[in-house]
């Protein structure tokens, strides 16, 4: 059975290298060794000669979902799940979130503003209603809100809107994406947890208002029951999506932690914006979690779960 362990990354420089030394070395004695994982069109029996794969990019390039989708079938442990993944939506995460007692900020997704050019309003469009009923929207969610993509990353097409207006104006220019409208959390304390394997949780103050590198605050430690309270619901959100690797944010208010985005299956490790101590503890996590898959010690939390694996062995 392979040992070795795969590694898939877009252009991220810091993580990588560290990475891959870290799980030689430690995977010596029991014939573990990494790599940056090499592919170039498979065949659909050609089984991946990975044990296990970190997969830190395939939400960017289809190919490699193509890959992940079939090597997990053929046997090979990926991080994260590529079928989940792909299916995952924030929309969807807030509804899960409450039903798992999480608390979210009251959310709903909208009707695309505009659709291909096959689509025609008054033939294809009949289930919609239309106009939509904003001053009911609004009620809901109160102002000002969040308008925001329901899949994405990278605070791409976010606006914070204050009045109709804005709103309309702001959706009136997000074309085909599916948009989420969210009460917008006045926080007084912001905190980011780095989850891995579902189980370990690192919170770390955050503070979304500065520049991306400067966001991570580490002399302001996350303490006592805040603590805590992010590590539970952290847990608890990770756990039920079966991510392995992702990312946790906070927005308290009053007391109460609202998970803003639980959608991070490719978290930010880079040593420059989460600080060496953290980065430390991202790479031993990381490297204690894919020896375990390559031991066998571990199976991975989505094996079995699709419908299909009841007609195969993998
Ligand atoms: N409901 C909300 N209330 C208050 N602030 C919010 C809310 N939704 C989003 N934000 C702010 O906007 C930022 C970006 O939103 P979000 O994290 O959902 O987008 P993203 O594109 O997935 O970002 P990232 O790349 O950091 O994961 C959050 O870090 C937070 O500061
Ligand atoms: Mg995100």
């Given amino acids: 059975m392979s040992r070795l362990v795969g590694l898939m990354v877009g252009r991220e420089n810091t993580f990588p290298q560290p990475f891959i030394d870290l799980v030689n070395q430690q995977g010596k004695t029991d014939g573990i060794a990494a790599e940056l994982a090499s592919l170039g069109g498979n065949g659909e029996l050609e089984a991946p000669p990975y044990a296990v794969i970190v997969d830190r990019i395939s939400h960017e390039v289809p190919y490699y979902r193509a890959f992940l989708k079939s090597a997990a079938l053929l046997g090979t442990a990926v991080i994260n799940d590529p079928f989940w993944w792909e299916a995952d939506e924030k929309f969807f995460e807030c509804t899960l979130a409450r039903k798992l007692g999480v608390a979210v900020p009251r959310t709903l997704v909208l009707p695309n503003k505009d659709y291909i050019p096959d689509i025609d309003r008054e033939r294809s469009l009949r289930n919609l209603k239309y106009p939509l009923d904003w ?147 991202v790479l031993t996590r990381m490297c204690d979690l894919v020896l375990s898959y390559a031991r066998g010690e571990a199976v991975p939390p989505w094996r079995g779960e699709q419908r299909w694996w009841r007609y195969v062995r993998p």
């Fill in 135 to 281: 001053e009911r929207l609004v009620a809901y969610v109160g102002l000002p809100a969040v308008l925001k993509p329901n899949t994405g990353g990278g605070w791409k097409d976010v606006y914070l809107v204050r009045s109709m207006e804005d709103l309309l104006s702001a959706y009136d220019g997000t074309g085909q994406k599916t948009m989420i409208l969210q009460e917008f959390i006045d926080w007084q304390d912001y905190v980011r947890c780095i989850c891995v394997g579902r189980r370990h949780v690192l919170p770390i103050r955050y503070d979304p208002r500065l520049p991306f590198h400067e966001r991570y605050q580490i002399h302001r430690p996350v303490e006592g029951q805040l603590r805590d309270q992010a590590i539970r619901d952290a847990q608890t959100l990770t756990e039920a999506l079966g991510y392995d690797m992702d990312t946790v944010e906070f927005a308290v208010r009053d007391g109460t932690l609202y998970a803003i985005d639980f959608l991070n299956p490719a978290p930010d490790f880079d040593n420059f914006s989460i600080k060496e101590d953290n980065f430390r503890w």
